[in-house]
Each structure stands twice: as structure tokens, then as C-alpha cells.
């Protein structure tokens, strides 16, 4: 009977990169696209507040426990899938044939 090592598993998986070194081109295009992506809605978020703190509007808890339905609802639910395309068309380009 032959002793197993249980870590063995775990180093086969990480011993191989996941990504080849093209995708880590990708990789990166995709971390800047995400941070800018971030950044310019922070940005626009917190000025959006002053505006709205100024105008006398609570804008914290109404944010918060607004839920978006109808139009407005659609028009974020297809925003979030086309924000999830571009970023997966970043990381995985498709390669012409």
C-alpha cells in the first residue's frame, strides 16, 4: 500500500499557469477597463450626492432602498450585460479563423 500526499493535488493544479502569456495581456487590459470603469462612476456618484445634499435630498437612504422596476429596470439589466460582454470580450478576445 503506498502512502498518498494530499497536497499533491493542489500543487499539480497551481504548478501550470492558468493563463498563457498572451492572455495576460488580456488580463491587464481587462483590470485597467474595470478600474476605469470604477473610477469614473465613483467619481460621478459623489457628485451626484453633493448635488442632491445641496438640493436638501437624502440621497444615502434613498439609494439604498430604492428597487428599480419597468424601464429603468430593462435599461440597467441590459447596461450590466453589455458592461459583462466587453469585459469578457477583454479577457477572451475571439481569435479570427
Known amino acids: 500500500m503506498t502512502e498518498t500526499d494530499p497536497g499533491a493535488a493542489s500543487r499539480a493544479a497551481t504548478s501550470s499557469p492558468s493563463l498563457h502569456p498572451g ?13 476605469r470603469e470604477l473610477w469614473v462612476t465613483r467619481d460621478r456618484l459623489a457628485v451626484l450626492e453633493a ?10 437612504e434613498a439609494i439604498r432602498d ?6 429603468l429596470a430593462e435599461r440597467l439589466a441590459a447596461d450590466r450585460d453589455a458592461f459583462a460582454r466587453a469585459l469578457i470580450a477583454t479577457l477572451a478576445p475571439e481569435q479570427p479563423t
Open 23 to 35: 492572455q495576460l495581456d488580456h488580463l491587464g487590459k481587462a483590470l485597467l477597463l474595470l478600474a
Open 66 to 71: 430604492f428597487q428599480p422596476e419597468g424601464a
Open 51 to 60: 448635488v442632491l445634499e445641496s438640493r436638501g435630498i437624502a440621497v444615502f
